[in-house]
């Protein structure tokens, strides 16, 4: 039996200039494999990460307080040490009751890479998480992810296990990793070990692999940063005792809210398209490209050579006054390239942050009506996080007044966590999964997310983070798990586009099997 050698975890840095962790796994057969963990927006722990968290209380985001906590625990190291001792511990229940339900990401504090660092989880790795793992055999994920979150780590809330000890980014990135060694043990892709993992195939049957193409999905135009997202969509399908895997639909994200659009009457976040006419994911991915670049041209003539900057996820931010402004351009560049019967529009909504003042506020059920009016007037497919993250009730409504023929996609209200999604099911608070393997920390609980979210009808999507690296397992990841859907950034940033380029070598392997999801990217296959 080949088993782990040895783990070793080092501090690397995401494509915002941000510290992370990577892990390589060493083999008894001499293979070795590597993982990185990738960070969303919000991060840190803390003092800090409170801060962050409570937002809305303009007093705590001034910088003059910052500023206070940051000169006192220079002058009382000790007493800071043990107050974030004493937070380590509570601040898990204590993000429950201020809304943050991700798996905590362990930061170090202190005054080098302004606190962000990870020093901490990277020994927690080399000095906890490896030595345990010495021996055993890394095609059994289920074991050893149930033993670094359970015996390891041991941190509990009411949503399950929060990796408050150890930190979410050492256990994923060492579960990432023993997922790519246990590919490297069965001698298998990546993207064909999630067949044990969903359906508990025997992986030493005969599979016929077929893609279906990505669809290069339109994010909506939202009212921060300006980024172009892509989901993809892969079918897997057991007939005639065979499985078939197809290539997820895209999700490009094209526009993303930019600082300053905060202060003004926007609601959404993100603008994504939905080519969901490409005959395959190459097609997909030429016409999501010749959109971005249409737009580009679109915004550069409108707005001037400065509104074509892009963003963490390689989408445009230009000064847009109001929702639509930013339909309309994503309709003129659609227009542009020649593909308005082949590509529809979709829209990510953000509440993880408010107007300074607060002032820019809206009810649940003018929001609800808002939205059902952009439905009316334009080719929406999908909405993502249309309501702050606690807000159960309007979900509610919103899904079942349009969910039959719009996906509502439950991010920040789901969080990848199987608890949240089992709660979603039975309120029917929305129809998809956002799948961030990093919202909830291990492989495992991310295939079983993905599970409970296909038996009940759900879509589902897989999605890169703004923080990302140059590791492409999400990629495999999406069509291991026939997700449908795929979200990985703009045609724009090499660490966008590793995953892009990944999923085209995945089609070119599959050869002529490939298959195209197209307009059935909500439900490509039958629950499993």
């Given at each position: 039996m080949v088993t782990i050698q040895f783990v070793k975890a080092r501090q690397i840095f995401d494509s915002r200039g941000n510290p992370t962790v990577e892990v390589d796994i060493g083999l008894s057969n001499g293979a070795k494999v590597s993982a990185a963990v990738p960070s969303g927006a919000s991060t840190g722990k803390g003092i800090g990460r409170i801060l962050e968290r409570l937002g809305a209380f303009s007093f705590l985001r001034s910088h003059y307080l910052r500023s206070l906590l940051t000169k006192l625990e220079e002058l009382f190291p000790i007493i800071f040490n043990n107050m974030s001792t004493l937070l380590t511990f509570f601040s898990c229940y204590l993000f429950c009751f201020l809304g943050i339900y991700e798996a905590l990401e362990l930061r170090d504090g202190g005054s080098d890479y302004l606190g962000k660092g990870v020093s901490k989880a990277v020994a927690n790795v080399n000095t906890i998480i490896g030595p345990a793992l010495i021996g055993k055999d890394p095609s059994d994920q289920t074991g050893i992810d149930n033993f670094m979150v359970q015996q390891l780590d041991g941190t509990v809330n009411e949503w399950g296990w929060c990796k408050q000890k150890l930190g979410a980014n050492a256990i994923l990135a060492v579960s990432l990793a023993v997922c790519k060694a246990g590919a490297i043990v069965k001698n298998i892709p990546l993207y064909k070990v999630f067949l044990v993992g969903l359906l508990g195939t025997d992986i030493t049957m005969s599979f016929e692999y077929s893609i279906l193409q990505t669809l290069l999905a339109t994010s909506t135009w939202c009212c921060r940063f300006l980024h172009s997202m892509s989901s993809t969509v892969v079918h897997m399908q057991e007939i005639n005792s065979q499985c078939r895997h197809a290539l997820d639909i895209t999700f490009d994200l094209f526009l993303k809210d930019a600082p300053w659009l905060r202060f003004i009457h926007l609601c959404l976040q993100e603008f994504m398209i939905l080519p969901i006419g490409a005959p395959s994911f190459k097609e997909a991915m030429k016409m999501g490209v010749e959109v971005y670049h249409h737009l580009k041209a679109v915004i550069k003539k409108k707005y001037g050579q400065d509104a074509t900057n892009v963003g963490d996820e390689g989408g445009f931010a230009p000064n847009i006054q109001e929702n639509k402004e930013g339909l309309e351009l994503l309709k003129t560049a659609i227009a542009k390239a020649g593909y308005t019967k082949?590509?529809?529009?979709?829209?990510?909504?953000?509440?993880?942050?408010?107007?300074?003042?607060?002032?820019?506020?809206?009810?649940?059920?003018?929001?609800?009506?808002?939205?059902?009016?952009?439905?009316?007037?334009?080719?929406?497919?999908?909405?993502?996080?249309?309501?702050?993250?606690?807000?159960?009730?309007?979900?509610?409504?919103?899904?079942?007044?349009?969910?039959?023929?719009?996906?509502?996609?439950?991010?920040?209200?789901?969080?990848?966590?199987?608890?949240?999604?089992?709660?979603?099911?039975?309120?029917?608070?929305?129809?998809?999964l956002l799948l961030k393997v990093n919202q909830i920390g291990t492989v495992t609980e991310s295939i079983e997310a993905v599970k409970m979210s296909k038996r009940a009808g759900w879509g589902v999507m897989a999605s890169h983070r703004s923080g990302e690296t140059e590791d492409t397992f999400i990629a495999d990841l999406s069509v291991g798990l026939a997700t449908g859907q795929i979200k990985t950034g703009a045609p724009c940033r090499s660490e966008r586009l590793a995953k892009y380029n990944q999923l085209l070598r995945i089609e070119e392997e599959l050869g002529a099997d490939a298959v195209y999801a197209g307009a059935n990217f909500r439900k490509p296959v039958e629950p499993y």
């Open positions: 082949e590509v529809n529009k979709t829209y990510d909504l953000n509440f993880k942050e408010e107007n300074n003042d607060g002032s820019e506020k809206i009810s649940g059920d003018a929001l609800k009506n808002l939205y059902k009016s952009f439905v009316n007037e334009y080719p929406i497919s999908s909405i993502e996080d249309p309501f702050d993250q606690d807000d159960w009730e309007h979900y509610t409504k919103l899904t079942c007044e349009i969910g039959e023929k719009v996906q509502i996609v439950g991010d920040d209200l789901l969080v990848t966590n199987p608890k949240r999604v089992e709660k979603a099911i039975k309120e029917k608070a929305c129809n998809a």
